[in-house]
């Protein structure tokens, strides 16, 4: 399971000028929220969530933001990628009236849950937040699985004008949501969880990988906690004893990164 295994990519969708899906063969059970090390040959290992689960095809779904992730975004039908994983725990998805908060990239991760939730006859919610109208993907995608998905952008190009945390709040306070899901920027997961009262509330975190198997210590956030390990999904209450939750990450080296200074 932690050397890598070649596959081939199968198909590739351009989502947005910096985002894109590439399918691969790869029959290993996968759960929504789990991530896999991703090997681009000769260039890189990085860790990226599953974004399509079917039995024998999976897919991720990336922002083009540095080496590894434009290379990723240049592969064609048949080029080669190692695959390592599926590693980290999965969400519980306990609630029974679930809201589902995207942010950015987040709204890959999430889809195979909310579609999950569909399949198992409880409606979702969904708050797709983007910086502008370009950068949404999957809108159509989880409407067809029959979700009830509200866009937002921060300049007001589609949907509400504000951010995703901002209709997050308006929607508590009128509806009877007991379960919060999230992924995206680790500031606006933070402010989801100061208004997340007693429902459930679960998050995916990011942070700079090696071994994603829990040995080398690179992605520990606060006490002994390893995102790859023990996480990435943390639930509220652990996630209340994090004090780097919504502070800070760290680089390459360990070097701690404030989100207010990160690009
Ligand atoms: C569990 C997990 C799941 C992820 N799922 C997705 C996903 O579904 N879609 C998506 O677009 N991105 C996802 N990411 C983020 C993605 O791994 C990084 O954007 C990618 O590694 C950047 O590599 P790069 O060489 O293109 O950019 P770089 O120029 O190397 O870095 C750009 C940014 O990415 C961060 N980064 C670089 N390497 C890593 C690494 N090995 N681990 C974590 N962060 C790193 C850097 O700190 C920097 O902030 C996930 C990260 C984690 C930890
Ligand atoms: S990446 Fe090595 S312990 Fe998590």
Redesign the pocket.
Known sequence: MNAPRITTVHTGKQETPT?KTLTFKDPSPIVPGQ?YMIWIPGV??????V?YISESIKA???????????A?FNLRKGDAIGLRGPY?NGFALKGRRPLFIAGG?GA??LAPAIELIQRKKRTATVILGAKTKGDLFFERRLSRAGARVLVTTDDGSKGYHGFASDLAKDLLKNASYDAMYTCGPEPMMKTLLAFSGQRVFEA???????CAIGLCGQ?CIGEGVR??AD??IFNGKTLKTIPDFGRF?R??SGGKISFSQ??
């Open positions: 985002v991530f890189d290992e990085i860790p990226m969530s974004s991720i779904t990336f922002r083009r933001i540095g080496d590894a992730t434009e990723l980290g990239t890959a991760m995916s975190l990011e942070r700079y990988m090696k992605c995102v790859c996480g990435p990450k680089d390459a990160a690009p």
